[in-house]
């Protein structure tokens, strides 16, 4: 009976060669496997061959020349494979480059979102001038609001007291027959004053006129401070 046996030497060329897939993640990592050996249809159980020396096309021993062109066409698979993966990498590195870029001009654009300003409140419109009567009451109060701002002495009843005594509240009262009178200045409206003494304690702010009620009250307010501490202070002629 014939035997078979397989030669002692095979040639074992490119498309012997099984080179692995390329397997790439999201993290762009490829690992290439390459493997060689005889498929499954040339290799029989039992009959593997014992030892394997690279030969020709013709069955010879393969040359350095042909060594060399193997190496240089596996090389350039490996460079492919190699470009291909680092391709992969600058190009998964420029997306993910800028998705981080677009994500960061988003957050910046929220971050520097100006807030729409509130509306100024609106000033409280301005208190309207105290009212005062335009009576003996209303000349007092006003009188006192004055000598208050201007740190003058006195009470609303100093006041009403003397005033009732000197012009029962006549403020075009004119005294025609004292000594002042006599002299030429005659003492003049609610608290008879006369007027040098109104030209000399005339109060700021209130008219420039002897007979004037608040001006009248403000100038001898002024003028019995001086003198005698305070318009509460007088009880008779001054």
Same mark, same amino acid.
């Given at each position: 009976?014939?035997? &078979?046996? !397989?030669?002692?030497?095979?040639?074992?060329?490119?498309?012997?060669?099984?080179?692995?897939?390329?397997?790439?993640?999201?993290?762009?990592?490829?690992?290439?496997?390459?493997?060689?050996?005889?498929?499954?249809? *040339?290799?029989?159980?039992?009959?593997?061959?014992?030892?394997?020396?690279?030969?020709?096309?013709?069955? !010879?021993?393969?040359?350095?020349?042909?060594?060399?062109?193997?190496?240089?066409?596996?090389?350039?698979?490996?460079?492919?494979?190699?470009?291909?993966?680092?391709?992969?990498?600058?190009?998964?590195?420029?997306?993910?480059?800028?998705?981080?870029?677009?994500?960061?001009?988003?957050?910046?654009?929220?971050?520097?979102?100006?807030?729409?300003?509130?509306?100024?409140?609106?000033?409280?419109?301005?208190?309207?001038?105290?009212?005062?009567?335009?009576? !003996?009451?209303?000349?007092?109060?006003?009188? !006192?609001?004055?000598?208050?701002?201007?740190?003058?002495?006195?009470?609303? *009843?100093?006041?009403?007291?003397?005033?009732?005594? *000197?012009?029962?509240?006549?403020?075009?009262?004119?005294?025609?027959?004292?000594?002042?009178?006599?002299?030429?200045?005659?003492?003049?409206?609610?608290?008879?004053?006369?007027?040098?003494? &109104?030209?000399?304690?005339?109060?700021?702010?209130?008219?420039?006129?002897?007979?004037?009620?608040?001006?009248?009250?403000?100038?001898?307010?002024?003028?019995?401070?001086?003198?005698?501490?305070?318009?509460?202070?007088?009880?008779?002629?001054?």
């Amino acid at each position: 009976m014939p035997s &078979f046996t !397989l030669p002692s030497t095979a040639r074992i060329t490119r498309t012997h060669k099984v080179s692995a897939a390329l397997v790439a993640t999201a993290s762009c990592a490829a690992v290439v496997a390459l493997s060689a050996g005889p498929s499954n249809a *040339e290799a029989s159980a039992g009959h593997a061959p014992t030892a394997v020396k690279p030969v020709s096309a013709n069955g !010879l021993p393969a040359t350095a020349k042909a060594k060399a062109d193997d190496a240089k066409t596996d090389g350039e698979v490996l460079a492919s494979v190699a470009d291909r993966i680092k391709v992969t990498a600058v190009a998964e590195q420029g997306h993910t480059a800028k998705q981080a870029a677009n994500r960061s001009t988003e957050r910046k654009a929220l971050v520097t979102k100006k807030a729409t300003p509130k509306a100024a409140p609106k000033a409280a419109p301005k208190a309207a001038p105290k009212q005062y009567a335009n009576n !003996l009451d209303g000349w007092i109060r006003e009188a !006192l609001d004055i000598m208050d701002a201007k740190g003058i002495p006195g009470s609303y *009843e100093g006041l009403h007291r003397n005033i009732m005594r *000197e012009s029962s509240g006549n403020p075009n009262a004119v005294n025609d027959w004292d000594i002042n009178a006599i002299n030429g200045i005659p003492s003049k409206g609610l608290l008879q004053v006369i007027q040098p003494t &109104f030209d000399t304690y005339h109060v700021a702010g209130t008219p420039h006129n002897l007979t004037d009620p608040v001006a009248n009250i403000t100038a001898a307010a002024n003028y019995a401070a001086d003198r005698y501490g305070s318009i509460d202070n007088v009880n008779s002629a001054y």
